[in-house]
């Protein structure tokens, strides 16, 4: 398994890359309303890029037609943006998007309400995204990447979700996956060491009800049981800083999202 450790010159590269990925994120989360579709989502993160140095990552990456993921209540990753697809008051929405600039990537995802939603599918946001912060937290040189998936299962069962276990975060750099997988489950002080210079995209997809995943065709991940899942995710470097999150402002602090 080779990990490539990137140089300072490298996580600038990519730096640019997520600062372009967040700035549509979240003009998108702003949009999110009801009533768009998310093929409205779709044609608005394509203009948004337009006259952007790079392209969007995902459009043509194994066939996939578009330039965002946009997951629907139980769908989990890889929901393709349709017109026929209105969001509706009450569903959430998982948008994922990633930018390719000068040969290298970055990838980050948020999921949105759609007005109102209840009070138990907020609080399955609330702990997915927390779950993501004590994730990146534990991004540090010497830490395991079991502690990093450690963190986010721990955080997640406290709360009586589960995690999904067919889909994983992964290394990226200049390629949009790459070595290490990185599972949002394991155990603390197991697995690969963390290094300087490793990028990995910490991504957790968390399930309201059981983690068991249904495929409705070769792209759409659901959840078997029709339970609500949320996914939120960044790109994070391991500096001799500490985390670095790659998709988002260096002034920013606090949350993730």
Known sequence: ???????????????????????????????VRPGLTTMDLEKFAEEKIVGRPGK??????????CSLCTSVNSEIVHG??????????????????????DGYFADSAVTVPVGQIRPEVKKLLEVTRESLDRAIDKMR????????????????????YSVVREFVGHGIGTKMHDEPNL???GEEGRGTRLQEGMVIAVEP???????????????????????????????????ANGPWILTRPKEMTGPSW
């Open 205 to 239: 997809m968390v399930n309201a009800g059981r983690p068991e995943v249904r495929m409705r065709d070769e792209w759409v991940a659901e959840t078997a049981d029709g339970s609500p899942s949320a996914h939120f995710e960044h790109t994070v470097a391991v500096t």
């Open 141 to 160: 040189a010497g830490n395991r990447l079991g502690d990093v998936g450690h963190a986010v299962q721990s955080w997640v069962e406290q709360h009586g």
């Open 80 to 101: 393709i943006p349709s017109p026929r697809r209105k969001l509706r008051e009450g569903d959430i929405v998982s948008i994922d998007f990633g930018m390719e600039v």
């Open 56 to 65: 969007a990552a995902f459009k043509g990456y194994r066939g996939y037609p």
């Open 1 to 31: 398994m080779a990990i490539h450790l990137r140089s300072a010159e490298e996580l600038e590269k990519m730096h640019r890359a997520g600062l372009i990925v967040h700035e549509t994120l979240t003009a998108l989360r702003d949009l």
């Open 183 to 185: 599972p949002n489950y």
